[in-house]
Each structure stands twice: as structure tokens, then as C-alpha cells.
């Protein structure tokens, strides 16, 4: 193998000044940024800081996983260097890439140099032995491409690296990590092993979407992020400056933390109910109402059957006491089926009772089919004309009758 360059250092060092003292300074640097940290994330944060291990951050989508990466960067006047994970990814993306096209330029600029290495060769495998002892000239830092990664590991300054959403990652991609996690450093086997200068703080989100190894999770400190208690997210929203009411917002805090507890496809996250509380401040909302709520919906619930669930669940959470009004029985075919279970407005009688009255004995009056002095073709006070059958008759009729089910 070739030797190191000069960017290899021995080893990965400690940060000699950390950002913060106490896990109160944390909650303080953090609400400068706007970022709203309880304790116990506050003190996550703190260990961080301190034992140089990554954090792995789990929960759902929209908790502010991702944006306390950017928070704890900005905090500390590092730079933020992010890994977006995806289905299909691969190492050189994450990684590194060699420049091939900057390879082949310098080929075509050298060619004639290459020339005078190979010219008194005195056969192909003397030539190509010539080539391959400089082969390390075009296998070098110069025509490296550096990824999130190994950016993160070669960089002079201190950083935060996020590797965002790594559950949706393929598991390959866990393995090539595990070097650099475990111990901030990635080998090139073209160069050498690179080691960081300067220990970057790394941050993993995941939403759960699978499970991750357990090799990964044992290399960094977790913690499950979930949804805040509503005292907190009340204060997030206050804190984003949305133009609504305190009052309002308080409202409205309760009926998303309301939404939240229906079976949805996607709960609404932290940053849609401080979308949610702009839009009612543009629209200049002063009363929260099942009227207006269910006209902006939309902005936190995103799916068609989370949308129907969510309208219907409305005028309870904005009024627990609303009485909501059943549907009727139409079914929208405009045949006006009534079904006979009530009077009608108008004082009408009850449908049981009129037909009731259809089965009264007698209520069809004479000659109608049915009634004794019925006949075809005779008048409407004629006796009905009797028929006798004779045994004969019967017999063969249901003799036949046999001779066919035989």
C-alpha cells in the first residue's frame, strides 16, 4: 500500500473546548436558535458533546429530529454537513467517488509523458509493469470526490454531520458505516485510512420505518424523540412568532394533540401545527370554530382518509359538549326515503299505520280479485261462476305430474 499523505493524521482528537458546561447551557443555546429542548434531550445533547459518540435520534416524522441538527450547528459555529439516506444507496454516495474524468484529462495532458516511461520498453508486459509502479498518481487525494463523509473526517474545521433518515437506507450502507461511527476514520483501499482531525458531532435520525442493526445502535447514544407535552409545544408555537393569539394557540395545540390520538395514517407533525397556526393568523382568525378548522385541515392532514376522520372528529375536539347533527338516510339518489320511522314534519301519520290499514279485511270492496263475488268478463254485482272438477280430472293432472318427475 502507498503511503499516507499529509491529510492522514494518527488518530481522532477530543475537542480541547467544549461548546457547552452544563446541560442548562444547552437549553439556553439551543433557545436562542429557537429551539425548544426539554431536559432530558438537553442532557442526550450534553453527552454528546462530551464522549465523542454519535447520537441516534428515533421517532416519528416531524418531532424535530432533523432540526436539531441544524440547531446544535448553528449553536456552535460549526458547519453542517448532511447525508440525505434513500432506498438504492450506496457507499460511493455516501463515501467517497473517484473523479474519473479528471483522471482521463490528466491522461490525455500526460500522454505524451507516458510515452517517454514506456518507449524503450522492450515488451507489453515491461510497458504495462512501468505504468502500474506510477499508477498511485492517478489513485490519490487529487481526483478523490469526497461525500458527506469523508468530507466530514478530512475537514480542518470541526463539524455536525447528519446522516437524515438512515432507516431508509439499505442495510448495506449500515456496515460501511460502522468504521466511521464507531471510529471516525474511512479507508480508501487505493490510499490509505483517513482519520479525523477534528472529532465531528453526528447526529442519525430514523422514523422507524425498520429496525436498525444492532451493531449501529450499540456505537451511539440513542433517544426516542417524541411528540412534547402540550405545555411544550404550545411554547414552540409561541416561539415561532405566527402571529396567533396565545389564546388561540393554546386552542389550537389541544385539537391537533386531539388529532393525534385518531388512527391516521400520518399524525400531524410539530412544524404543520406551527404551519396551521400561520394560515389562521393570515386568514385573521380570531375564533377557533369546526367551520374554519375544517377548511385549512389540509395543512396537517395530508391523506384522503385521514382528512374524513379528522372532519368528523372536529366540532368534539373544538367543543366537547357539540352536538353533532346525524346524517339522513338519503344516500344522495335524491329518492327521498323516508323508511317510516318518524312522523313527518307536517304532522303526517306514521308509515306503520298506513300499512296497517292496507291489511284491514274487506278494504278492497266487491268484484276486486280475491274477494267472493269476483268473476272474469261478468258484472261487478254477478255471482262468481263456480267450476266443478271432476276425480277423473284430478287424477290425470297429477298423474302427469308423476309421469314427469319420473
Not at 21 to 46: H, K, M, N, P, W
Not at 113 to 124: F, H, N, S, T, Y
Not at 247 to 276: F, M, Q, Y
Amino acid at each position: 500500500m502507498t503511503s499516507l499523505s499529509d491529510g492522514l493524521s494518527d488518530g481522532p482528537q477530543t475537542d480541547p473546548d467544549p461548546p457547552f458546561e452544563s446541560v442548562d447551557e444547552v437549553v439556553a443555546a439551543l433557545r436562542d436558535q429557537g429551539y425548544i429542548a426539554d431536559t432530558r434531550l438537553a442532557t442526550t445533547v450534553f453527552l454528546l458533546t462530551r464522549l465523542d459518540k454519535p447520537l441516534l435520534l428515533e421517532g416519528p416524522a416531524g418531532v424535530g429530529k432533523t432540526e436539531l441538527a441544524k440547531m446544535l450547528a448553528a449553536a456552535t459555529g460549526r458547519r453542517l454537513l448532511r447525508l440525505q439516506c434513500y432506498e438504492g444507496q450506496d457507499e460511493t454516495k455516501a463515501l467517497y467517488e473517484w473523479d474519473y474524468g479528471k483522471q482521463l484529462m490528466y491522461t490525455q495532458i500526460l500522454r505524451e509523458k507516458i510515452g517517454q516511461v514506456v518507449e524503450d520498453a522492450p515488451d507489453l508486459g515491461t510497458a504495462v509493469e512501468r505504468i502500474g509502479e506510477n499508477e498511485s498518481v492517478f489513485f490519490s487525494e487529487r481526483f478523490l470526490a469526497p461525500r458527506p463523509l469523508l468530507e466530514a473526517i478530512r475537514s480542518e474545521q470541526p463539524v455536525v454531520l447528519l446522516i437524515d433518515e438512515v432507516d431508509r437506507a439499505d442495510e448495506a450502507l449500515e456496515a460501511v458505516l460502522l468504521e466511521t461511527l464507531g471510529e471516525f476514520q474511512i479507508s480508501i483501499p487505493e490510499v490509505g485510512t483517513f482519520s479525523a482531525k477534528q472529532r465531528p458531532y453526528v447526529l442519525l435520525t430514523s422514523n422507524n420505518t425498520r429496525d436498525l442493526a444492532a451493531a449501529l445502535k450499540r456505537r451511539c447514544l440513542h433517544l426516542f424523540l417524541d411528540y412534547p407535552s402540550a405545555e411544550r409545544e404550545l411554547e414552540i408555537v409561541r416561539s415561532k412568532k405566527t402571529g396567533l393569539s396565545d389564546s388561540l394557540a393554546e386552542e389550537l395545540v389541544n385539537v391537533v394533540r386531539g388529532l393525534r390520538e385518531l388512527e391516521l395514517r400520518k399524525a400531524p407533525s410539530i412544524s404543520e401545527t406551527i404551519d396551521w397556526a400561520r394560515t389562521l393568523a393570515v386568514l385573521g382568525v380570531d375564533e377557533l370554530d369546526s367551520q374554519i378548522l375544517s377548511d385549512t385541515v389540509s395543512v396537517v392532514v395530508k391523506y384522503d382518509k385521514d382528512v374524513t376522520k379528522a372532519l368528523d372528529a372536529l366540532p368534539r375536539l373544538v367543543d366537547p359538549n357539540a352536538v353533532v347533527e346525524e346524517h339522513s338516510h338519503g344516500h344522495g339518489h335524491g329518492h327521498g326515503h323516508g323508511h317510516g320511522h318518524s312522523h313527518d314534519d307536517d304532522g303526517g301519520p306514521d308509515g306503520s299505520e298506513i300499512r296497517t290499514a292496507k291489511d284491514t279485511a274487506g278494504r278492497h270492496g266487491e268484484g276486486v280479485y280475491g274477494t267472493p263475488n269476483y268473476a272474469k268478463g261478468t258484472e261487478k254485482d254477478a255471482p262468481a261462476k263456480t267450476r266443478n272438477v271432476t276425480s277423473g280430472q284430478g287424477s290425470r293432472s297429477f298423474g302427469l305430474g308423476r309421469k314427469r318427475a319420473l
